[in-house]
């Protein structure tokens, strides 16, 4: 099934690597995210815990210092919910000697004052009693009248509800984040795979244009061999229909090579523009001027409508050149004798407009959208000798890109069609 979904979909593994991989970053932040707000609302929590334990130790003994009292018969004293035992200690002939003075009796004090010992400032620890967790402050306090061992203690309870009630929260946006994660990790595998996806399928598409476009010449000129291969006895002269034939075929073939390689280096970003200060006026004129013969030879008129005065751009004279025939060439193969092509030029300080309007069969509003795409033809039916390779507006369009401006086309069926060139200075 893997397989046949892998033919289907050639990069199926790719995404779902990058799947797999995203969604492994995704979910490693959040995980580290949740887990830190956890940890850090912990030791809030544990902090204040701790804050109100220490509290609560000084005032027993400051209380007890500034009355000097024993609550009577010794009961066991709770302080706002803190449980507390205090004892005094006295040097007796060299030994240490500890009196119970308040709380809890029953504790061990000797454990208490070396930890109380080992840590100047007072220890916390959580200690648990018949399952019941508590938090315990131990301090040795040296006062004017005497050193005390006090130890203060609270049920961990409502913390640990808190805690709880955190962390079920932060396992729900877990899970809300997991889903989350699913769907941006998807999103995150298609996007970042769209470019390279978009460009082989239309690597592959242009290929297998290509390819077609290339058979039916070659086939041709193989044709046209063939027959002159079967009368090895023939003269030139009897041949020449076959071998003008096989010539026409190879121009077009050349011609359709060469825009294959400038589009394929366009593709590759290699730089193919040297652009330098260009006479706009004085290109539209020649070369309305070297197309006219071919125009006249069809019955057709190619007319230049510029100022009298300069028009200057920076560009690349031989692309433009190159932009002005693929308008006008396409002008006159999709159009009857008696057609009109005018090329008119306007400028001002912003900008440079060049229009290419003609008379002729215009094009289908079905496929004015896609006549940039390459291989594509104003008319399918029409005989192949008046069609190009379909890579003219393909061409143009990548011209008018490398110079920073605009091409804009209007057309009618039966009517005519306009090309609108806008470059900057």
């Known amino acids: 099934m893997f397989s046949s979904l892998k033919k289907r979909d050639p990069f199926l593994y790719v995404r779902l690597k990058l799947f797999g991989i995203n969604i492994g970053a995704l979910l490693t932040i959040w995980v580290i995210l949740l887990s830190l707000v956890y940890s850090l609302m912990t030791n809030e929590l544990y902090n204040v815990l701790d804050n109100q334990l220490q509290g609560a130790a000084a005032r027993i003994i400051h209380a007890y210092i500034r009355n000097q009292a024993k609550p009577a018969n010794g009961q066991n004293m709770t302080i706002s919910g803190i449980g507390y035992s205090l004892w005094s200690l006295v040097n007796e002939g060299g030994a240490k000697t500890s009196f119970f003075i308040d709380g809890d009796p029953f504790v061990d004090v000797w454990h208490i004052y070396s930890l109380a010992v080992a840590h100047p400032n007072g220890y916390y620890v959580t200690v648990h009693d018949l399952g019941v967790p508590y938090r315990s402050f131990y301090a040795l306090v040296h006062a004017q009248r005497g050193n005390y061992l006090i130890r203060v203690t609270t049920p961990t309870g409502p913390t640990d509800t808190t ?7 932060l396992t729900e946006v877990g899970l809300a984040a997991l889903a989350l994660t699913i769907a941006v990790g998807m999103w995150l595998a298609s996007r970042s795979l769209a470019p390279t996806i978009a460009s082989w399928r239309r690597q592959q598409q242009f290929v297998a244009d290509a390819s077609h476009e290339l058979r039916t010449p070659l ?29 026409e075929e190879l121009v077009r073939t050349g011609s359709l ?3 294959l390689l400038t589009l394929a280096r366009a593709d590759s970003h290699e730089p193919l523009i040297d652009k330098r200060s260009v006479n706009l006026t004085k290109l539209v004129v020649e070369t309305v001027e070297a197309i006219n013969p071919m125009a006249l030879a069809q019955d057709k008129s190619v007319t230049a409508l510029t100022p009298h005065f300069p028009c200057m751009t920076l560009g690349d004279m031989a692309r433009l050149r190159q ?6 060439d396409n002008a006159l193969r999709y159009s009857d004798a008696g057609a009109s092509i005018t090329v ?11 229009v290419v309007a003609d008379t002729g069969f215009g094009i289908a509003p079905a496929l004015l959208p896609k006549i940039f795409d390459r291989f594509v033809r104003g008319d399918a039916n029409r005989q192949r000798n008046n069609q190009g390779s379909g890579l003219g507006l393909s061409i143009a369009k990548w011209i008018v890109d490398a110079h920073g401006g605009s091409i804009q086309v209007e057309s009618a069926l039966g009517k005519g069609t306009t090309v609108t060139i806008t470059l900057n200075p």
């Open 344 to 354: 008119s030029l306007e400028c001002d300080t912003l900008h440079s407009k060049i």
């Open 257 to 259: 090579i060469e825009d």
């Open 323 to 328: 932009l002005l025939l693929v308008l006008i």
């Open 219 to 247: 086939a041709i000129i193989k044709t046209n061999l063939e027959v002159l291969l079967q009368h090895p006895d023939h003269t030139i002269e009897s041949e020449i229909r076959y071998l003008g034939n096989a010539y």
């Open 163 to 169: 805690l709880g009630n955190l962390l079920w929260t």
